[in-house]
Nanobody, 124 residues
Framework: QVQLVESGGGLVQAGDSLRLSCAQSGRTFSNFIMGWFRQAPGKEREFVGGIRWNGGFTYYADSVKGRFTISRDVAKNTMYLQMNSLKFEDTAVYYC?????????????????WGQGTQVTVSS
């Protein structure tokens, strides 16, 4: 059973930076995608970005492109989300996710495994 554990959320001011981590364990497939999603109160869960574990190819939502960067540490089985120039509208619960395969899908139902989420609050 794949387990994903996020960490690193918190309260920051607009313009600040924050880095989220997602540690994975229990994975048995070699080709997989990991993604970051977020969900603000009253809104649907939305795709933030994803990474193809083998090779490190990344893909981002337009709303975060140029501000957020996804990376991974293969030895630590951990994915990161570096968030710079944070805006009030980035406030949400951030979830990491995973699925087998090689295509970075954007719909949440493309992903089979989810972490518990970590709150990011940006004050204006």
């Amino acid at each position: 059973q794949v387990q994903l554990v996020e960490s690193g959320g918190g309260l920051v001011q607009a313009g600040d930076s924050l880095r989220l981590s997602c540690a994975q364990s229990g994975r048995t497939f070699s080709n997989f995608i990991m993604g970051w999603f977020r969900q603000a109160p009253g809104k649907e869960r939305e795709f933030v970005g994803g990474i193809r574990w083998n090779g490190g190819f990344t893909y981002y939502a337009d709303s975060v492109k140029g501000r957020f960067t996804i990376s991974r540490d293969v030895a630590k089985n951990t994915m990161y989300l570096q968030m710079n120039s944070l805006k009030f509208e980035d406030t949400a619960v951030y979830y990491c996710s995973a699925r087998s395969g090689t295509v970075i899908g954007t719909p949440p139902n493309n992903y089979d495994y989810w972490g518990q989420g970590t709150q990011v609050t940006v004050s204006s």
